[in-house]
């Protein structure tokens, strides 16, 4: 059955874009992320053009993220003032970001630079995650108690100028942290199309040092925005969001993020961080292989119709 | 002749009912539909360009040299050369650098026909001197194809890309030149009692919005008939929601990406409703 795409400019089929959305989204409801970082490079396999992929898929990351923060916030797990600055900082992001992202389109390096940074981003996370995940399984089989969580020891971040009080995430902290990474997650949205929370929940754990109860759904909270602004610019700089596609994605996602929920109470955190893991890494090595052979068609094309911008 | 007469009334009625048919001297066309609308479901279509010819012959086939035939009129060959809206393209070459492969060269072509179909009923070059197949683009290797701007040694080589990507995606079709076996090539113009004629025009499913110009040449004796070539235009039109949504997507981005935001924050909220219950 196929659909067509009104800003693609293509018919994909609908079982198809269904089917990942609701895979990413399976994935998303068990690792509480957004999963663009799975979704982007998998649209752009199926031969979406790649601005196209990275627009809409920061257009559908609002609906899984908004049905999450919900459920945070009746939990009370939301810390809306730390949400709020790492909003601040992550609109400044994106607003740079899509400066970048039209620069390397024109230069015809955005590919590159896109799959160039999953590798890096994807293979240093992925790699620390399954370290981290690994080492807590071991010590468990071994009977060895896991290590006192280092919650109260203060990093330098925390000690910069411009401190401010979180009641809800319990830290007294300089803004400029958290600022700095909103800001680098804003970036990371534009340009790669990703939420960003796979990057977001491991720096708020380690270096903010937030609870874990209430990094998720702050993470979420912030994602809301940042992608809607993402949205928002690709909508006006490169008109590429294509609300068909996100449409399909979005309900391909819902439901599959449910059925991940429900999935994933069954296994252990330490299980859930060492599967997501390897996924990622997966990922990486496939985008750095895909990088390093010569391509089937050297030849690309991109068109543009006379009078458009 | 009597038969081929009155296929030819037939078909002059058929060309009535059809859009309305162009007229030249000497030649009569009629597209089978004037617009054609991209819905939801839309995997490609196809025009069919309906045609006669009058006081002339257009060669059959395997007929050309039949002795002890009554003498036939004159005879006369078609050109059919149909454009898509035009389009600016930057075709890339990746190579090696280092470890990894990257785009290395480039070439930027502007005012290129995004859609581009020729066809003919003999070799190009038997039917009309080169010079006029250049002016008019007769034939994918008389396009006018020269890049605004290339890597240094590139050129040629990019464009043949260029040509060879739109010819697999099905945007760029030459049918002139006469029978290959096994290729589209001469097979394009379907000839019947020497007179009517009829072209397929095939529209791959990413074919361009927009206006499409068929120009149909009628050649004699080697020249191009001064009244053709007779030129007709067919639209491409995205229709319904495709077409609202591209429209607004266009001119109001600020509007739609707000809509986009909006109908994304509804379905979440709508899907944590929605499951709470379950």
Redesign the interface.
């Known amino acids: 059955m196929?659909?067509?795409l009104?800003?693609a400019?293509?018919?994909v089929n609908i079982l198809l874009i269904l089917g990942m959305g609701g895979a990413v989204g399976f994935l998303s409801g068990l690792f509480g992320v957004g999963g663009g970082f799975v979704l982007t490079p998998l649209l752009i396999f199926t031969g979406i053009p790649p601005t196209v992929a990275v627009a809409s898929t920061a257009?559908?990351i609002?609906?899984?993220?908004?049905?999450?923060?919900?459920?945070h916030w009746r939990r009370k797990q939301v810390d809306f003032k730390m949400g709020g600055i790492l909003t601040a900082g992550g609109i400044a992001g994106a607003l740079i970001g899509i400066l970048i992202f039209k620069y390397l389109e024109r230069s015809?390096?955005s590919?590159?630079v896109i799959a160039l940074s999953y590798v890096v981003l994807l293979s240093t996370v992925g790699g620390l995650m399954l370290y981290e995940s690994v080492g807590v399984i071991l010590r468990a089989r071994r009977g060895e108690p896991s290590p006192a969580p280092k919650s109260g020891q203060h990093l330098w971040i925390h000690h910069l100028p411009l401190r401010m009080r979180f009641r809800r995430s319990r830290l007294y902290i300089s803004v400029i942290g958290p600022g700095v990474l909103g800001f680098l997650v804003g970036l990371m949205t534009t340009v790669m199309g990703v939420g960003g929370g796979f990057v977001l929940v491991p720096a708020m754990i380690y270096l903010l040092q937030m609870p874990t109860s209430v990094v998720i759904g702050t993470s979420l909270f912030q994602i809301?925005f940042v992608t809607?602004s993402a949205?928002?610019?690709?909508?006006?700089g490169t008109?590429s969001?294509d609300?068909?596609l996100?449409?399909l994605l979005?309900?391909g996602g819902?439901i599959g993020?449910?059925a991940g929920a429900r999935f994933g109470v069954k296994l252990s955190g330490e299980q859930l961080r060492a599967m997501l893991a390897v996924i990622v890494l997966v990922i990486a090595i496939r985008l750095a292989y895909g990088?390093?052979?010569?391509?089937d068609?050297?030849?690309?094309?991109?068109?543009?119709?006379?009078g458009?911008p | 002749m009597r038969n081929v007469r009155r296929v030819c009334v037939l078909m002059t009625a058929a060309l009535a009912l059809l859009s309305v048919p162009c007229r030249a001297d000497g030649l009569v066309t009629a597209l089978s539909q004037n617009v054609v609308r991209i819905s939801t479901d839309f995997t490609g279509s196809q025009i069919i360009l309906f045609g006669a010819i009058e006081r002339y012959s257009l060669p059959v086939l395997g007929q050309a040299t039949q002795p002890n035939r009554p003498p036939k009129p004159a005879r006369a060959d078609i050109a059919v050369v149909v454009t898509g809206p035009p389009q600016d393209a930057i075709i890339r070459r990746k190579g090696r650098v280092g470890a990894i492969w990257m785009n290395v060269a480039s070439a930027n072509f502007k005012n290129i026909p995004s859609y581009y179909l020729a066809a003919a009923t003999a070799a190009l070059e038997d039917i009309a001197p080169p010079d006029a197949l250049d002016d008019q683009g007769i034939g994918l290797r008389h396009l006018a194809l020269q890049p605004a701007s290339a890597t240094p040694g590139e050129a040629k080589g990019l464009r043949d890309a260029l040509v060879g990507l739109k010819t697999e995606a099905g945007l760029y079709t030459d049918l002139t030149g006469p029978p290959v076996k096994g290729t589209a090539r001469g097979q394009g113009i379907h000839i019947s009692g020497n007179t009517l004629f009829s072209l397929k025009i095939p529209l791959p499913p990413d074919a361009p919005v927009g206006t499409y110009e068929v120009k149909v040449f009628l050649m004699q004796e080697g020249v191009i008939v001064p009244s053709t070539p007779q030129v007709q235009y067919f639209y491409l039109r995205k229709s319904g929601f495709e077409r609202w949504a591209y429209k607004h997507a266009m001119t109001n981005p600020v509007l739609y990406g707000l809509a986009a935001i909006v109908l994304m924050v509804a379905a979440g909220f709508g899907a944590s409703a929605m499951f709470r219950k379950v």
């Open positions: 196929q659909i067509y009104p800003i400019e293509m018919s257009n559908q609002i609906a899984s993220s908004v049905s999450g923060v919900v459920a015809g390096q590919g590159l809301i809607a949205t928002l610019l690709h909508a006006v008109k969001v609300v068909v996100s449409g979005a309900v819902v993020a449910q990088l390093t052979v010569q391509p068609e050297i030849f690309s094309l991109s068109t543009m119709a006379v458009e």
